[in-house]
């Protein structure tokens, strides 16, 4: 079956380049900081732009919709107008929005400012990784991944940190225009870096499968993030994800049986890439993704610290998630994907679990103990599912592979912080409490753990071999 996700052009391969993984990783960058460096800003915007911190929240789902919208048509674009150029494009209309939104003059500006960059953001992800597919040898990804991975890990260390300093000293404007430099350097640099593709000859464009994929996404991740509201707000947010829902069956159904599908399926009959984006990848992802926001909530009403004080300990935890990088690759090679996987993730279960019986009279010492070991089972486990999901992946469906993860991804780590927030608030309604406390953060750890334990369990079906050739074993 034809699909303009694998497109009959040959993919020939090519020795690995360091270049090409690092600028690739200045673009993944850029769009990890942007994300975690906004929320540091919001009372100060809102106070510019004459409105609530609420109403900013806008501007998160504006992008967040944008990019869920435009995300089955990135590979198609693609082979329509070459990978590195619409990379390239992709960064400037990016960079551009940056810039757009620090000159805003009011809400309505700043939501479509941040539309263009989630509709660009949103190209970059699969196809910035389709590039770095392309150009590595599967003997060679874990080096790549190495260095494309660091950009998830360091961007929620630097984001909040520099984000209230230059909101502080030159003004939130600037948290923006930080990009201008990196996307112009990192456009010009994957320009002349990354070889030029021979053209393809793009299918045409499944219309329906692009309006159903986008209407099934929309909907899911909008309701997502009303889940954790109350009254009408939950209603609405249960409607529209029943509705995502039934349009993503359906969606499903085209896609298998058109002949050019906007989105090949036939990556995730692969195991690696089942494993690391369906189940249970996507379980882990979505419990990853709650963390900065379950923590802070720990600290702040839970032990009653300061937001600086509870930044300080955050800090901690993330430079632990840097502190394993060095010694993942040898980790893995040594013990092989199945078997880091499945026990790193017993690791996760028993990290969430500690955090069950924390109370504010703990020691620092302890406290540091336990999010080094959170941070560092985290590490080990977010860059294992990166690196495997590609592993028994063709040459010639790597793009396609590319966009179905990236989609999967985006549609878990939006789910984690809603689902986190759902648990809270049936904790509360449990404990019947008026305000949140300790007692329902312990509760919503508890289902975390819970959901980490099914996760690993999943784990234990993989085959023993797969990613051999990855990880250096073979």
Known sequence: ?????????????????????????MAGFMQNLDGAIINTSLPQMARSFGVTALDLSMGITAYMLASAAMSPLASWLAIKAGERRLMVVAMLVFTASSVW?????????????RIGQGLAGAVMGPVGMAIMLRHTPKSELMRAQSVTVW????????????????????GW????????????????????????????????????????????????????QRSAEAGNERILALGLMAIGAV???????????????????????RPSLRYATLYPGMVFR??????????????????????????????GYFCANLGLKPFTSTILRRFGFRNVLFFNGLLVTISLLICVFLSPHESAFLLILTLAFAGASRSMELTALSTVAFADVSQEERRAAAGVSSI?????????????????????????????????????????????????????RMPKSLGDEVSGRV
């Open 1 to 25: 079956m034809f699909s303009c996700m694998t497109a009959s052009s040959p993919f020939p391969q090519r020795q690995y380049s360091p270049l090409i993984a690092f600028v690739l990783a």
């Open 408 to 460: 999967l991804q985006q549609a878990a780590s939006a789910a984690g912080v809603p689902v986190m927030a759902f648990c809270l608030s049936v904790a509360q309604s449990v404990c019947g409490h008026a305000q949140l406390g300790l007692p329902e953060l312990h509760m919503a750890f508890l289902a975390s753990a819970a959901l980490a334990l099914a996760g690993t369990a999943g784990f234990a």
């Open 286 to 315: 979505c419990l990853f993704s709650s963390a900065p926001f379950l923590l802070p909530l720990l600290f702040q009403v839970g032990f009653g610290l300061s937001p600086s004080v509870a930044g300080t300990w955050m800090l």
């Open 247 to 269: 349009v993503g069956v359906s969606a499903v159904r085209h896609l298998r049986g058109h002949e050019t599908p906007i989105l090949s399926l036939e990556p995730l009959k």
């Open 173 to 224: 404007e600037w948290n923006f225009w930080l990009n201008l430099p990196v996307g112009l350097i990192a456009a010009f640099a994957i320009w002349r870096i990354v070889p030029a593709t021979p053209p393809e000859q793009a299918p045409p464009l499944d219309w329906k499968g692009l309006v159903l994929c986008a209407v099934a996404l929309t909907c899911l991740l909008a309701g997502f």
């Open 101 to 113: 939104c620090g000159l805003a003059h009011g809400l309505t500006e700043f939501v479509l400012a």
């Open 151 to 170: 950009p998830a890990l360091s961007a929620p260390i630097i984001g909040p940190v520099l984000g209230g300093w230059l909101t502080q000293t030159v």
